[in-house]
């Protein structure tokens, strides 16, 4: 009798544990599904940032315009002039350049050169307000220049600044126009959502000309609200 009476209380004590154990259990399991989306959604997140980050090259000794164009200073209130890594990867090779002349007068975020892309001018802003010095013939002759070599040989006008004009300092730094290229990045992810896949090379990188991928009957206006000309 002691001894079925001891084994009764194992028993009663298994058994409390498991009907403690079970509800709590139960709790575990109703809460894993919310973290597990919620651990995808970070993991996605970080893969995307990385992708991302990729994309888009922005050298340090440049000051940036919100219209995607770049300026240098060169000495003496001369600075050379761009377009950035994210139009020229947005927009493609254009078919020819529209680059004002020697002496005529620029000014900052007003249109003052402009691409020709399948048969359409695309109007682009100026980062500084100035006379143009010189244009970059080699451009003029090779227009993929702007797209293949951004930050080299495909700059594409030098502009004396007069001294004191304080448009300069609204110029983006290079850690600046990461925020703010990496804002339009999201844009133009959201437009390129669901067929993202169509605009990335093998290794993530995107395509030339993803405007005209992600919309090849309304890429102009993308591209105009992307780069602050429409």
């Known amino acids: 009798m002691e001894f079925l009476a001891t084994k009764g209380l194992e ?5 409390g544990y ?5 509800p709590f259990w139960m709790l575990l399991q109703r809460g894993r599904p919310a973290e597990a989306e919620a651990e ?5 997140a970080g893969v995307a940032d990385t992708a991302r980050a990729r994309w888009f090259d922005i050298p340090e000794d440049r000051l940036f315009h919100r219209g995607h164009a770049w300026a240098r200073p060169e000495g003496d209130g001369v600075f050379a002039v761009g377009l950035d890594d994210f139009a020229g990867k947005l927009l ?6 529209k680059l004002p002349v020697a002496g005529q007068a620029v000014e900052a975020g007003s249109k003052a050169w402009a691409m020709e892309i399948d048969g359409s001018l695309l109007g682009m802003l100026s980062p500084v307000t100035g006379r143009v010095l010189d244009v970059n013939p080699d451009a003029l002759g090779n227009p ?5 070599d951004p930050y080299g040989r495909g700059w594409l006008m ?7 004009d304080t448009a300069v300092n609204n110029l983006l730094t290079a850690a600046l126009a990461r925020t703010w290229t ?7 992810l959201r437009a390129a959502s669901p067929e993202l896949g169509t605009v990335l090379q093998d290794g993530g990188v995107p395509v030339l000309g993803i405007a005209r991928e992600v919309s090849p009957d309304g890429w102009k206006r993308l591209a105009s609200e992307l780069l602050l000309t429409s």
């Open 40 to 44: 995808a959604h970070a993991a996605g």
């Open 158 to 164: 030098k502009v004396r600044v007069p001294r004191g």
């Open 92 to 97: 493609g090779r254009p078919d020819a350049l």
């Open 182 to 188: 990496d804002e339009a990045a999201d844009r133009l």
């Open 18 to 22: 498991l009907l403690l154990f079970i």
């Open 144 to 148: 993929g220049l702007v797209a293949d």
């Open 11 to 15: 028993y009663l004590l298994v058994i």
